[in-house]
């Protein structure tokens, strides 16, 4: 059964940091984009940042640019967001999610016609981790 699931979530003061995982079962991420969403209270699910099966071109969104971090372990079958400086605004419940299209980088592609990978383009989602950014 093919299962993604997201850890690391918690509560932490302003200025803080976590480390989030996905760690994928019952398939490879070897092939596969990884992204990471979030949804705050009230708001639409936004893409936070991207990155292909190469472990190549991150992509970040301009709201995290500079304090979030993506990286993958495929002989861990994990990824990862590390988050610095995080903000009150960062609060959300983070999700994780793959993709095997073929996009500008290839097969596992968060990249397609020089913009990322939309939600619709996913093929597998987590259940989500809730981060809370609060004194």
């Known amino acids: 059964q093919l299962r993604l699931v997201e850890s690391g979530g918690g509560l932490v003061q302003p200025g803080g940091s976590l480390r989030l995982s996905c760690a994928a079962s019952?398939?490879?991420?070897?092939?596969?984009?990884i992204g990471w969403f979030r949804q705050a209270p009230g708001k639409e699910r936004e893409g936070v940042s991207c990155?292909?099966?190469?472990?190549?071109?991150?992509k970040y969104a301009s709201s995290v640019k500079g304090r979030f971090t993506i990286s993958r372990d495929n002989a861990k079958n994990t990824a990862y967001l590390q988050m610095n400086s995080l903000k009150p605004e960062d609060t959300a419940v983070y999700y994780c999610?793959?993709?095997?299209?073929?996009?500008?980088?290839?097969?596992?592609?968060?990249?397609?016609?020089?913009?990322?990978?939309?939600?619709?383009?996913?093929?597998?989602w987590g259940q989500g981790t809730q981060v809370t950014v609060s004194s």
């Open positions: 019952g398939f490879t991420l070897d092939y596969y984009a």
């Open positions: 990155i292909s099966s190469s472990g190549g071109n991150p």
């Open positions: 999610a793959v993709s095997s299209r073929w996009g500008d980088y290839g097969l596992g592609s968060c990249i397609l016609d020089d913009r990322p990978l939309l939600e619709s383009e996913y093929d597998y």
